[in-house]
T-cell receptor, first 113, second 108 residues
Framework: SAVISQKPSRDICQRGTSLTIQCQVD?????MFWYRQQPGQSLTLIAT?????????ESGFVIDKFPISRPNLTFSTLTVSNMSPEDSSIYLC??????????FGPGTRLTVT | RKEVEQDPGPFNVPEGATVAFNCTYS??????FFWYRQDCRKEPKLLMS???SGNEDGRFTAQLNRASQYISLLIRDSKLSDSATYLC?????????FGKGTMLLVSP
């Protein structure tokens, strides 16, 4: 299993600013993902964080808006850029090996005013 | 057709009831299947994997029908602590696709 932590756990930000969320895994994992979960909704995959290369984004998500870094097998960051109120959501990272079990961080609750 | 579809909820059941959740998926090349549980304001956690042969873990039974692209979860003898949202998850090579989830409310 893997234990995943995220920082910050929550934040309130003004529109037009950017926030970087950190995700730390306590062991090396092959895959790391970033998700968004809006109130009452299921999880939507934003991107796969690739170690040492550019992230792979899902339809509707672009690098300029959600730049992602993954410098090693245990750490990744997601930046939410030029925020608007529509970006208010819970952002979760997960880690695991391929298509097997994914472990989730506790999430970052973002409110944009 | 959505990639992963689940029964709309919520399901309101009394303690001790048996409840079944259904899930269908559209990609016949999907590789692995899971049920996750998400408590209110918490992250999802794996409940159980789903195999073609079916698998059981205590009060929980999961089944997969690849021909029909259908997954089910059966909960017997429901407990108050089973109240949560149950997410059907289907994976391909490197991604997971989540269903919208079905909320279960178990009442005394």
């Amino acid at each position: 299993s893997a234990v995943i932590s995220q920082k910050p756990s929550r934040d309130i930000c003004q529109r037009g600013t950017s926030l970087t969320i950190q995700c730390q895994v306590d062991s090396q994992v092959t895959m790391m993902f970033w998700y968004r979960q809006q109130p009452g909704q299921s999880l939507t995959l934003i991107a796969t964080a690739n170690q040492g290369s550019e992230a792979t984004y899902e339809s509707g998500f672009v690098i300029d808006k959600f730049p992602i870094s993954r410098p090693n097998l245990t750490f990744s960051t997601l930046t939410v850029s030029n925020m608007s109120p529509e970006d208010s959501s819970i952002y979760l990272c997960s880690g695991g090996s391929g298509s097997y079990e994914q472990y989730f961080g506790p999430g970052t609750r973002l409110t944009v005013t | 057709r959505k990639e992963v579809e689940q029964d709309p909820g919520p399901f309101n059941v009394p303690e001790g009831a048996t409840v079944a959740f259904n899930c269908t998926y559209s990609n016949s090349a999907s590789q692995s299947f899971f049920w996750y549980r998400q408590d209110c304001r918490k992250e999802p956690k794996l409940l159980m994997s789903v195999y073609s042969s079916g698998n059981e873990d205590g009060r929980f039974t999961a089944q997969l029908n690849r021909a029909s692209q259908y997954i089910s979860l059966l909960i017997r003898d429901s407990k108050l602590s089973d109240s949560a949202t149950y997410l059907c998850v289907v994976t391909g090579y490197s991604t997971l696709t989540f269903g919208k989830g079905t909320m279960l409310l178990v009442s005394p």
